[in-house]
T-cell receptor, first 113, second 114 residues
Framework: GEDVEQSLFLSVREGDSSVINCTYT??????LYWYKQEPGAGLQLLTY?????DMKQDQRLTVLLNKKDKHLSLRIADTQTGDSAIYFC?????????????FGSGTQLTVLP | GAVVSQHPSWVICKSGTSVKIECRSL??????MFWYRQFPKQSLMLMAT?????????EQGVEKDKFLINHASLTLSTLTVTSAHPEDSSFYIC??????????FGPGTRLTVT
């Protein structure tokens, strides 16, 4: 089945850039997503990218997709303490009539003052 | 827009009892709803997918008689954990999808079985 992998932890200093990496195995993925989860809360969609795109930028967030290597990254510019959370990448696969998401293990981002 | 709510947000129940969790799409009609389970410091695992008016499709390893899912309307799906045991303690998250690709997630329900 599909597999999505992420490193578990990342620490950065406030004001620096954060780069969270993700690899996936499903070559038929059409959409790839980044979600943020704060403690005890559900998932907040940050951004997504369609598989025929290489890059997408949305304010402080930049998503890079290397489809050949099946590698996705999320760059957060000027990281703030409020960005501390778990970040999940997910890929969208099709199963029957429903489009399902397969999540990575999540990367715990810690922003140090 | 695209708000999904869950109720309750936190529930404690005794072993052997049943618990119902509601998932509502507040400002859109959800043709498909998904139920996930998340253990501490782990990823979300899809439990089942439900389409309004039809039976849910369960993922491999998920007991459909234990985790009853009902998607009776386009704005409400329920997950009932029957005869709950401590190993069922987890964070349960639902999501809802209209006709597009995006899933909107609820805030989650923390279930503790004592």
């Amino acid at each position: 089945g599909e597999d999505v992998e992420q490193s578990l932890f990342l620490s950065v200093r406030e004001g620096d850039s954060s780069v969270i990496n993700c690899t996936y195995t499903d070559s038929s993925s059409t959409y790839l997503y980044w979600y943020k989860q704060e403690p005890g809360a559900g998932l907040q969609l940050l951004t997504y990218i369609f598989s025929n795109m290489d890059m997408k930028q949305d304010q402080r967030l930049t998503v890079l997709l290397n489809k050949k290597d099946k590698h996705l990254s999320l760059r957060i510019a000027d990281t703030q303490t409020g960005d501390s959370a778990i970040y999940f990448c997910a890929e969208s696969s099709h199963s029957g009539s429903a489009r399902q998401l397969t999540f990575g293990s999540g990367t715990q981002l810690t922003v140090l003052p | 827009g695209a708000v999904v709510s869950q109720h309750p947000s936190w529930v404690i129940c005794k072993s052997g009892t049943s618990v119902k969790i509601e998932c509502r799409s507040l400002d859109f009609q959800a043709t498909t709803m998904f139920w996930y389970r998340q253990f501490p410091k782990q990823s979300l695992m899809l439990m089942a997918t439900s389409n309004e008016g039809s039976k849910a499709t369960y993922e491999q390893g998920v007991e459909k008689d234990k985790f009853l899912i009902n998607h009776a309307s386009l704005t409400l799906s329920t997950l009932t954990v029957t005869s709950a045991h401590p190993e069922d303690s987890s964070f349960y998250i639902c999501s809802a999808r209209a006709s597009g690709y995006e899933q909107y997630f609820g805030p989650g329900t923390r279930l503790t079985v004592t």
